[in-house]
């Protein structure tokens, strides 16, 4: 859709596009261990569901997705922006942006320290995972 998109409204592909690989690798991750953790609470707490559904809808206008971060500068949001840039979605999302629209290479090192979050987070998932696993069957 994404490159429909582009080649649709004249912003065109480049060879920047291969970057998408690496974005895709990061985010995978970031993916599975907040997967892994949320499945794993999810038998205990059935609740989760909607506290998930509600931090989703928050995070949708937490991260430049339907806006871009320059319209914010750091002084005049103060928390708002250093929450939105702490954000590891804003770091994934901009990158795509960079591929697909600017033609640009995307920020190797931010999405470098996002890659190593995702594995600490995907590593912590797995924990939990593994020690919640016991108790599944009793709970459903």
């Not at 991750?29 to 506290?51: F, M, P, R």
């Not at 470098?112 to 009793?138: D, N, P, R, W």
């Amino acid at each position: 859709i994404i490159i429909i998109f582009c080649i649709g409204t004249g912003t065109g592909l480049s060879y920047h596009v291969i970057a998408v690989f690496p974005i895709l690798i990061v985010q995978s991750l970031l993916t599975l261990g907040i997967v892994l953790i949320l499945s794993a609470v999810d038998v205990y707490v059935q609740d989760i569901e909607n506290i998930v559904a509600f931090i989703l809808n928050m995070l949708m206008y937490g991260t430049p997705i339907i806006y871009h971060l320059s319209q914010f500068s750091a002084s005049s949001a103060g928390i708002l922006y250093t929450l939105i840039t702490i954000n590891p979605l804003t770091t994934i999302i901009g990158s795509y942006r960079n591929a697909f629209m600017y033609h640009q290479w995307p920020d190797f090192a931010a999405l470098g320290l996002v890659f190593v979050f995702s594995l600490v987070v995907v590593i912590v998932g797995y924990i939990i995972f593994k020690k919640l696993e016991k108790g599944f069957a009793e709970e459903l």
